[in-house]
């Protein structure tokens, strides 16, 4: 199964509120590359598809990461379905249509060639988390919670203030689970994956 059928799959399974249909019509259109763009411009994803591989990876690794029993039993937390669907596969919606197929010249063994890159150019920019939850919210409603999971999924990086951070986990567990997803499809599931096919 391709990673869209996968994204679509899930998708359709889990996500039933209000406003879900429209919002996977949106990701399915001509105005949105959520299918075919990559995670990023030059780190894990760095290629067509890469942003959907990364959203059903998160979500995969969220699953397995919440669901087990050391999380259920030893810390008796629980997410619905719908809420793990939301926030693992559609974090990083901040990355629709800004990333541009381009190509550049770069010298390699003293040789100058054409290579292929992506530029990147927001035409929206609203942060990050901060985005994704922008995005989502505009079709279906969220609850804190999943909001906040969105917004600081990136954890503790340059970008975000430490002690919201550190509150926002606190406070939600779910926050805490997804960004420790997005660390392990990021840096291992997809990592691992580019330097076995290298």
């Given at each position: 199964m391709s990673s869209k059928e996968s994204f679509i799959s899930y998708y359709k399974t889990h996500i039933t509120r209000p406003g879900a249909e429209e919002l996977l019509a949106y990701l399915e259109s001509p105005q949105s590359d959520f299918f075919t763009a990559p995670a990023s411009t030059r780190f894990h994803g760095c290629y067509e598809g890469g942003l959907c591989e990364h959203s059903v990876n998160v979500y995969e690794a969220l699953c397995a990461y919440v669901k087990s029993e050391r999380f259920t039993k030893d810390y008796g937390l629980s997410f619905?379905?719908?809420?793990?669907?939301?926030?693992?596969?559609?974090?990083?919606?901040?990355?629709?249509?800004?990333?541009?197929?381009?190509?550049?010249?770069v010298k390699k063994d003293g040789v100058w060639t054409t290579v292929p890159f992506y530029e990147f150019n927001d035409e929206m920019p609203y942060g990050h988390g901060e985005k994704s939850v922008y995005i989502v919210n505009g079709f279906m409603r969220l609850s804190r919670e999943e909001a906040f999971a969105i917004r600081y999924h990136m954890g503790f990086s340059k970008e975000e203030e430490t002690k919201n951070v550190s509150a926002s986990f606190e406070k939600y567990p779910l926050a805490m689970a997804l960004y420790v997803a997005d660390m392990e499809a990021t840096f291992i599931i997809e990592e691992r994956g580019k330097k076995e096919t290298k």
């Open positions: 619905s379905d719908e809420s793990l669907a939301i926030v693992a596969l559609l974090h990083d919606l901040c990355k629709v249509n800004v990333y541009k197929a381009s190509t550049r010249n």
